[in-house]
């Protein structure tokens, strides 16, 4: 593989931790250093690429329902060590935008820039959803795609290039939504891959010829109650440990789903491929 490199855009992170919600219109005012905020529990994660003391004060002098619970500075390669090279995953290489390495012949190749949401593709649930999205492919034509819980987008990214004209890319939070979007963006999908915030309840489209859902154990509990969730030709679930795997192979006997491969790494992560009979 050839490769051009040029600078990671990243270099340090500058991290506020906020008790409070900082919103799309508040980061607007925050200046082009912001990379992102994550929100969770009614809590701001705000991450910088540059100091930005006085532009925090002004801003909190504005908020004063918010609240700062703590300050880090790290090197980006501490928090993205993996999302700052290329990596051949079956027949794809994933790499980011700054890493100019040149897909061998018949790699495809998914330019991902991760920011600071985790989905490079080096946990081995993402690796193992790639290889089993192109084991789908491999058996037949899936026209529909739907992603729940894409973070990066990287899955939803990889289903079109292998050929899916309409993929949904759904996940809750808005910072890995709107990564997700950049990504699609970066590789020219956005007339096949839409990328959408809000629960996955809400975006479980029965036409789907394919479902992946590399999400939590208690999300993907709450889900198997909804009766269009596994209802689909060919179900890709990941992001389970042992116990849970078991848990969750009991239910789709149960639903009457044949799993038609497992993945693990260590018998720790597990994947699974299933088929509807």
């Not at 925050?30 to 910088?48: M, V």
């Not at 819980?149 to 309409?166: D, F, M, Q, R, S």
């Not at 809400?202 to 198997?224: G, Q, S, T």
């Amino acid at each position: 593989m050839e490769a051009s490199r040029q600078a990671c855009p990243y270099d340090e992170l500058y991290i506020y931790h906020l008790s409070g919600e900082v919103d799309e219109k508040d980061e607007k005012e925050l200046g082009p250093a912001l990379i992102g905020n994550w929100l969770e529990d009614n809590e701001s994660f705000l991450f910088f690429g540059a100091p930005v003391e006085p532009v925090m004060l002004k801003f909190l002098e504005s908020r004063p329902d918010l609240c700062v619970n703590d300050f880090f500075q790290m090197p980006y390669s501490q928090w993205q060590s993996q999302g700052l090279c290329a990596r051949v995953l079956g027949s794809f290489l994933v790499a980011p935008p700054w890493d100019g390495t040149h897909p061998a012949a018949g790699q495809i190749r998914l330019t991902v820039d991760p920011g600071v949401v985790f989905g490079s593709g080096d946990h081995p649930t993402t690796q193992h959803c790639l290889e089993a999205i192109e084991l789908v492919f491999s058996k037949g034509f899936c026209e529909q795609v739907l992603d729940i819980g894409t973070g990066t987008g990287v899955l939803a990214i990889a289903a079109a290039a292998l050929g899916a004209k309409k993929v949904l890319a759904v996940d809750i939070n808005r910072l890995a939504v709107q990564t997700a979007a950049r990504n699609i963006a970066f590789n020219k999908m956005q007339g096949r891959v839409q990328a959408l915030t809000g629960k996955a309840q809400d975006y479980l489209w029965p036409d789907a010829d394919l479902l992946v859902a590399n999400i939590h154990y208690a999300v993907m509990k709450e889900l198997l109650i909804e009766p269009d969730f596994v209802r689909k030709p060919w179900v890709i679930l990941s992001g389970l440990l042992r116990s849970q795997f078991s848990q969750i192979v009991w239910e789709l006997e149960k639903k009457g789903v044949s799993i038609v491969k497992v993945w693990d790494k260590d018998q720790t992560w597990f994947t699974m491929l299933c088929k509807n009979r």
